[in-house]
Every structure is written in structure tokens, then in C-alpha cells.
């Protein structure tokens, strides 16, 4: 019975395939910080910060309660772009939140995925 080595024309498509998934996840984790802060940075620039805190109500509910809300699969960060986008009245008690119409989708995107992993 012949024995195929690693080296051979036959797997080093598989070897290949092995070494970018590897780069990639790496890769992956590595962003991962950068998306985090990134995201923060967003809440910062767009100045959400003034109504919102990461675990405790200010004007609006904490991040923590928005991600406990929405997380888990309740919502989509679509869904939840779409209302930071149109604001909203009546869903965290009697004050609402002005529409935030002048930020990007894609920051909207970034921002609702944030909250969703927990604004970690």
C-alpha cells in the first residue's frame, strides 16, 4: 500500500487551505480589539456617550440593558441601527431619543453590532 507524504502534489491544496484558515483566524482576533475600540470611539464621536454609559442609566439605558434587550438573537443590529437612526419613544420609559439621521449607516451598523456583543 503506497503512503502519500505531505509534501505531495496531491495535499498540498488541503496544506494550502489549512494555512490560510489559520492566517485568517489569527487575523480575525487580532482585529478584534481594534473593532471594539473603534466602536467606542464611534459612541464617542457621535457623542451617544452623553445620554448612554456602559452599565448604568444615564438619560437613555446603559449598554449593558440595550445588549440584554437585543442580544441573543431578539434583535439584528439592522433592527437596531434602524432605530438609532429614527430614534424612538416609549421603549426605555417617557424619554425619547432624538433621530441620530446624521451618522453614517455603516457607523449605525458598527455602533448596533457593538452593542449586541455587549460593548465589549
Do not use: F
Not at 495535499?11 to 494555512?19: E, G, K, M, W
Not at 464611534?42 to 452623553?50: I, T
Not at 456602559?54 to 442580544?71: E, F, L, N, Q
Not at 439592522?78 to 451618522?103: D, Y
Request: hydrophobic share 40%; with cysteine.
Amino acid at each position: 500500500m503506497k503512503t502519500e507524504t505531505t509534501d505531495s502534489p496531491r495535499n498540498q491544496p488541503r496544506a494550502l487551505v489549512a494555512s490560510l484558515a489559520m492566517v485568517l483566524g489569527l487575523g480575525a482576533g487580532a482585529m478584534w480589539p481594534l473593532h471594539a475600540s473603534a466602536s467606542l470611539a464611534l459612541a464617542q464621536k457621535y457623542s451617544c456617550v452623553a445620554c448612554h454609559q456602559p452599565a448604568t442609566k444615564v438619560v437613555g439605558p446603559s449598554w449593558k440593558d440595550i445588549g440584554a434587550k437585543y442580544g441573543d438573537g431578539k434583535g439584528t443590529a439592522a433592527q437596531l441601527a434602524a432605530s438609532i437612526k429614527a430614534g424612538s419613544s416609549g421603549k426605555w420609559g417617557p424619554m425619547p431619543m432624538p433621530p441620530q439621521a446624521q451618522v453614517p449607516d455603516a457607523d449605525l451598523q458598527a455602533l448596533a453590532q457593538w452593542l449586541l456583543d455587549g460593548a465589549k
